[in-house]
């Protein structure tokens, strides 16, 4: 149980189009869902905080109009990102927070982004 | 947020158990200690957590100083896939639950 999906598991793109990446809880509800990236050799940086049915938390320095969240439903977030630029190719990783009262994170097997 | 300090790397022989440690003296009466682990190119994966009492699961053991300031994460057995980046995390459910990563400790496994 507790299983998170991302899709797609990778994507390649030209400087300026936008990407969508999707997170998806499997087998649970996940009120709240988190976005990260990764960048090579470096740890894991929080973006944004999504909630179910209202308006993303963006941590400081994350630009919410370059990174568009959607969480629309108890089991599916979604990250766009628009106008992409290389210095955007990165890791970005999901977790699904399990809503049942314990609070868990489960993490998504992650996108990597290149922008060409 | 709450700081945890880890060594950056240890090493392990294989079947041999594995302690790492972790430094949190922030650490606030509401904050639960977390471990998660990350293979390379993978997402994290929960290990195991912890308020005040030691923990055990199937993957490993937690041990919580009394003054709770530290912590240790214990395999038994550490086995060649068990090499990964181990990450101590404080959530602070008063704080959104949200993860903070800091830098982790990259175990290797000598087999």
């Known amino acids: 149980g507790a299983v998170v999906s991302q899709h797609p598991s990778w994507v390649i793109c030209k400087s300026g189009t936008s990407v969508k990446i999707e997170c998806r809880s499997l087998?649970?509800?996940?009120?709240?869902m988190f976005w990260y990236r990764q960048f090579p050799k470096q740890s894991l940086m929080l973006m944004a905080t999504?909630?179910?049915?209202?308006?993303?938390?963006?941590e400081q320095g994350v630009e919410k109009d370059k990174f568009l969240i959607n969480h629309a439903s108890l089991t599916l977030s979604t990250l766009t990102v628009t106008s992409a630029h290389p210095e955007d190719s990165s890791f970005y990783i999901c977790?699904?927070?399990?809503?049942?009262?314990?609070?868990?994170?489960?993490f998504g097997p992650g996108t990597r982004l290149t922008v060409t | 947020d709450a700081k945890t300090t880890q060594p950056n790397s240890m090493e392990s022989n294989e079947e041999e158990p594995v302690h790492l440690p972790c430094n949190h003296s922030?650490?606030?009466?509401?904050?639960?200690i977390h471990w998660y682990r990350q293979l390379p190119s993978q997402g994290p994966e929960y290990v195991i957590h912890?308020?005040?009492s030691n923990v055990n699961n199937r993957m490993a053991s937690l041990a919580i100083a009394e003054d709770r300031k530290s912590s240790t994460l214990i395999l038994h057995r550490a086995t060649l896939r068990d090499a990964a980046v181990y990450y101590c995390?404080?959530?602070?459910?008063?704080?959104?639950?949200?993860?903070?990563f800091g830098a982790g400790t990259i175990l290797r496994v000598k087999s």
């Open positions: 087998d649970f509800q996940a009120t709240t």
């Open positions: 977790s699904a927070e399990f809503s049942g009262g314990s609070y868990e994170q489960y």
């Open positions: 912890g308020l005040t």
């Open positions: 999504s909630n179910e049915g209202s308006k993303a938390t963006y």
């Open positions: 922030t650490i606030s009466g509401t904050d639960y």
């Open positions: 995390i404080l959530r602070d459910p008063l704080d959104g639950n949200k993860l903070v």
